[in-house]
């Protein structure tokens, strides 16, 4: 309960000052965000074609690249997901991913655990769940004041295989990426 008056304070305080200096920038094609997915094989594993779509309406736009990747079939199978999101043309949108780098946290049940962490020096979060009938892991970073990277992994709890992947990423040079 605490942590969570704690953020809304914090998203309080930065919707003020969101709304006194923020000025809309224009965001990356999708086309350009796909350079910075990983391209690395993980064995076993398929790496489908990427794909990504960039997108205004009523004077905001975003923009996301995906790609994703596939082992096995039916109950067994495991699909990890990477998405990299363009949030300059959103004036709140960068507000609430920016409150992930404040906030230092670790939680953790009989069924897995959700944390803060920092990958490549950038501040995100991730979680496991262990339960047998819903195994996920997720990783979610803001990276230079505009992107949100995501890596969603479903069948499996190992987030090693999302770190491997973010490893092959080349997060500061997207942090310098401004159209």
């Not at 605490?2 to 969101?18: M, P, S, V």
């Not at 736009?61 to 990477?82: F, M």
């Not at 709140?92 to 946290?105: C, I, K, N, V, Y």
Request: hydrophobic content about 35%; charged content about 25%.
């Amino acid at each position: 309960m605490k942590k969570r008056i704690a953020f809304f304070l914090i998203l309080t305080a930065g919707c003020f000052f969101l709304l006194t200096a923020q000025t809309t920038q224009k965001t990356v094609s999708f086309k350009k965000l796909q350079e910075f997915l990983p391209k690395i094989d993980l064995s076993g594993f398929n790496r489908l074609k990427p794909g990504g779509e960039t997108s205004s309406a009523m004077g905001m736009s975003t923009s996301e690249a995906h790609v994703n990747y596939e082992k096995g079939g039916g109950d067994n199978s495991i699909t990890i997901e990477v998405k990299i999101n363009d949030m300059a043309g959103i004036p709140f949108a960068q507000m609430g991913a920016s409150m992930m780098g404040m906030t230092e946290f670790e939680n953790e049940t009989e069924n897995g655990y959700e944390k803060s962490v920092k990958v490549q020096g950038f501040p995100g979060t991730e979680k496991v769940d262990n339960s047998e009938d819903n195994k996920s892991t997720e990783i979610m970073l803001y990276v230079g004041n505009r992107f949100t990277v995501e890596l969603h992994g479903r069948g499996t709890s190992d987030a090693a295989l999302l770190h491997k992947l973010l490893d092959d990423m080349k997060l500061a040079d997207l942090s310098k990426l401004t159209q």
